[in-house]
T-cell receptor, first 116, second 107 residues
Framework: GAGVSQSPRYKVAKRGQDVALRCDPISGHVSLFWYQQALGQGPEFLTYFQNEAQLDKSGLPSDRFFAERPEGSVSTLKIQRTQQEDSAVYLC??????????????FGPGTRLTVL | AQRVTQPEKLLSVFKGAPVELKCNYSYSGSPELFWYVQYSRQRLQLLLRHISRESIKGFTADLNKGETSFHLKKPFAQEEDSAMYYCALTGANNLFFGTGTRLTVIP
């Protein structure tokens, strides 16, 4: 079956541009997560959705970052006025049930964002 | 505050030798701990979780609450084990990852 997909796989943006990153979770998965992975680091949590509800956005680094999942399926992570420090791989993950410790998270391939 | 520490960024072992990837954590509560693996040109995937007490691909990990450790072990390393390994613990709604250890198994 199809796993989590993300698009685009690579994105180059000029500083100050807005970008939108898309995540298609596994069909039927309730929970969706976004992570940011800087070079040489582990993934860091950004935000969590349960269906269409954004239950946790404590990891979003600034108000330039915005995420949505309006119909409880596809999610978009938007970054406004991109800065060089936003350069990273953005990972999306989904899990079948609510985001508790008993549900395995399935990761997408990531979007590598480079801000020039 | 939650924290996961993987002290080794790089680890090389010879094929057939034992391997241990270290992971220490701090967490106020009863954590759930995981090992995730990323093979070359593949996506991050779950290797094993402590609650399952399972052995996957010959790897095991024991949670030591006294030492706050969850080290990953395999008695005989194989070339296909070469990958990036991340230790993670779960908070309420998300995973906290360590910085990862790149394991290279030398033929």
């Amino acid at each position: 079956g199809a796993g989590v997909s993300q698009s685009p796989r690579y994105k180059v943006a000029k500083r100050g541009q807005d970008v939108a990153l898309r995540c298609d979770p596994i069909s039927g998965h309730v929970s969706l997560f976004w992570y940011q992975q800087a070079l040489g680091q582990g993934p860091e949590f950004l935000t969590y959705f349960q269906n269409e509800a954004q239950l946790d956005k404590s990891g979003l680094p600034s108000d330039r970052f915005f995420a949505e999942r309006p119909e409880g399926s596809v999610s978009t992570l938007k970054i406004q006025r991109t800065q060089q420090e936003d350069s990273a791989v953005y990972l999306c993950a989904s899990s079948l049930g609510a985001g508790d410790s008993y549900n395995e998270q399935f990761f997408g391939p990531g979007t590598r964002l480079t801000v020039l | 505050a939650q924290r996961v520490t993987q002290p080794e960024k790089l680890l090389s072992v010879f094929k057939g030798a034992p391997v241990e990837l270290k992971c220490n954590y701090s967490y106020s509560g009863s954590p759930e701990l995981f090992w995730y693996v990323q093979y070359s040109r593949q996506r991050l995937q779950l290797l094993l979780r402590h609650i399952s007490r399972e052995s996957i691909k010959g790897f095991t990990a024991d949670l030591n609450k006294g030492e706050t450790s969850f080290h990953l072990k395999k008695p005989f390393a194989q070339e296909e084990d070469s990958a990036m390994y991340y230790c993670a613990l779960t908070g309420a709604n998300n995973l906290f990852f360590g910085t990862g250890t790149r394991l290279t198994v030398i033929p």
